[in-house]
């Protein structure tokens, strides 16, 4: 196997990944949406850092990795925190929501159209039940308490 | 064909010649177009026809990179590519969060297993451990927080069509700026000494005590994190204190205090 051809195709997975995560990032305006593509970022980073190690057959890179995947814990525990934060004070994960931040003389952002939803596309995953059935509360199902 | 097509590119200066006869480039310029339509869009056929761009796409790509002389290793990288980049396509393109989140965790699994055809077994395990806790928590918080009727309007727009066109067309240039950069390095990979003769000393090298590939790798790779990375691993340990405390601290500043709760309630 030839190792330099392996590195070249690392390098340019890991770099088509943080693309991908970069694109991701600009264009979703879902915050969880948005941490989920800088974590796509990372993993680029950390393909192309394996790449490296093992065409230089040095642990650096492995170790790199490790230290990333550390500090991505990190991240992702504040970030959630802050989302959770930011969800429940806007009511939504819109990042927009949160424009008032922008400097002094920025124009405000609008929505100018919103494209009507197809019935195609309002799918939702199918979770299959598992275990027995609670019994149910029909009061309860009335008035549900917010969660 | 060739041979009009030839004619016609040799009438283009050099530096751009080179560029347009690249299957990278036209790959980059389908895979571009192809994602721009993929995102969240109002056009009909927007999502078949950005597939189709994609697989286009990938397929030119996959042509242009170098082979790695064997071909079950080559399959392998090759499935596990597209795994990794189609889902990771597919977290992009969702419409609701939760398929965006079950995307982006079979994107990790492909990433777990490109780390094991390198041969990084700890980290493709580490990876797996991790990042599918992380996942499942923010699935459940996406279960949580995201409307049950349909979905968000802010999942079915982006910023507007320029800020996407930008965004698409950026990514696309750092691709094409990082293959550029390496053309040397695919040059010589394709050569076809190269290929004939393997280094055997570095091969060697790699297998040996102490190399990347050695069959007691998690245990080298064990020593030298407790060894030589002894300091970085106490950073590390008093970060994810810190980041602890952090969150908790953020999570609590939600929630109105005490003293504030007592008066709401008095009064």
New interface residues.
């Given amino acids: 196997?030839?190792?330099?051809?392996?590195?070249?195709?690392?390098?340019?997975?890991g770099?088509?990944?943080?693309?991908?995560?970069?694109?991701?990032f600009?264009?979703?305006?879902?915050m969880?949406?948005m941490?989920?593509?800088a974590?796509?970022m990372l993993?680029g980073i950390?393909?192309s850092l394996?790449?490296f190690?093992?065409y230089h057959?040095?642990?650096g890179g492995?170790?790199l990795?490790?230290?990333i995947?550390?500090?991505?814990?990190?991240?992702?525990?504040?970030a959630?925190?802050?989302?959770?934060?930011l969800?429940?004070?806007a009511g939504?994960?819109?990042?927009?929501a949160w424009q008032d931040l922008r400097e002094d003389g920025q124009p405000a952002?609008l929505?100018?159209?919103?494209?009507e939803?197809r019935l195609e596309?309002?799918v939702?995953?199918h979770l299959t039940p598992a275990g027995s059935e609670p019994p149910r509360d029909p009061e309860r199902e009335l008035h549900r308490p917010r969660? | 064909m060739t041979a009009w097509l030839q004619k016609l590119a040799s009438g283009i200066p050099e530096p751009a010649r080179h560029v347009l006869t690249c299957a990278t480039f036209w790959a980059l310029v389908a895979g571009v177009i192809g994602?721009w339509l993929l995102?969240?869009t109002?056009l009909r056929y927007g999502k078949a026809l950005g597939s189709l761009l994609v697989a286009i796409a990938g397929v030119l790509?996959a042509f242009d990179?170098?082979?790695?002389?064997?071909w079950a290793?080559q399959v392998v990288?090759w499935l596990l590519?597209a795994v990794?980049?189609g889902a990771?396509?597919a977290?992009?393109a969702s419409?609701?969060?939760?398929?965006?989140?079950?995307w982006?965790a079979l994107?990790?699994l492909g990433?777990a297993g490109?780390?094991l055809f390198?041969?990084?077994q700890?980290?493709a395990g580490?990876?797996v451990v991790?990042?599918a806790g992380?996942i499942v928590?923010?699935f459940l918080?996406?279960i949580?927080?995201?409307?049950p009727e349909?979905?968000?309007?802010?999942?079915?727009?982006?910023?507007?069509g320029l800020?996407?066109i930008?965004?698409?067309v950026?990514?696309?240039l750092?691709?094409g700026i990082?293959?550029f950069m390496?053309g040397r390095?695919?040059q010589?990979?394709?050569r076809p000494t190269?290929?004939a003769a393997?280094?055997a000393g570095?091969?060697a090298?790699?297998h040996a005590e102490g190399?990347?590939?050695n069959e007691r790798h998690v245990a080298?790779?064990g020593r030298?994190?407790f060894g030589e990375?002894l300091l970085?691993v106490e950073v590390?340990g008093t970060?994810?204190l810190?980041?602890?405390v952090?969150?908790?601290a953020?999570?609590i500043?939600?929630k109105p205090r005490l003293a504030q709760r007592i008066e709401e309630a008095l009064r």
Avoid at chain 1, 1 to 13: D, P, Q, V, W
Wanted: proline share 4%; aromatic share 8%.
């Fill in positions: 196997m030839s190792e330099l051809a392996l590195l070249y195709n690392f390098l340019a997975i770099g088509l990944l943080f693309a991908l995560g970069l694109i991701g600009l264009v979703r305006r879902n969880i949406v941490f989920l593509c974590e796509m993993q950390s393909l394996v790449g190690g093992r057959n040095d642990w492995q170790m990795v490790i230290f995947i550390t500090v991505a814990a990190c991240e992702a525990g504040i959630l925190a802050l989302i959770l934060m969800a429940r004070r939504n994960l819109d990042t927009a952002f929505d100018r159209q919103v494209p939803e596309d309002r939702w995953p969660v | 994602v995102l969240p109002r790509f990179l170098p082979l790695l002389g064997d290793s990288l590519a990794t980049l990771a396509i977290t992009i419409q609701s969060p939760i398929y965006s989140a079950i982006f994107s990790l990433t490109l780390f390198q041969g990084a700890f980290l580490a990876t991790v990042y992380a928590v923010t918080f996406v949580m927080l995201a409307q349909g979905h968000a309007r802010y999942d079915r727009l982006t910023w507007g800020p996407k930008l965004g698409v950026s990514a696309g750092l691709v990082l293959t390496l390095a695919k010589e990979a394709t190269e290929m393997a280094p570095a091969v090298a790699r190399g990347v590939l080298n790779l030298r994190l990375h970085s590390a970060l994810l810190v980041a602890l952090g969150a908790v953020i999570a500043q939600g």
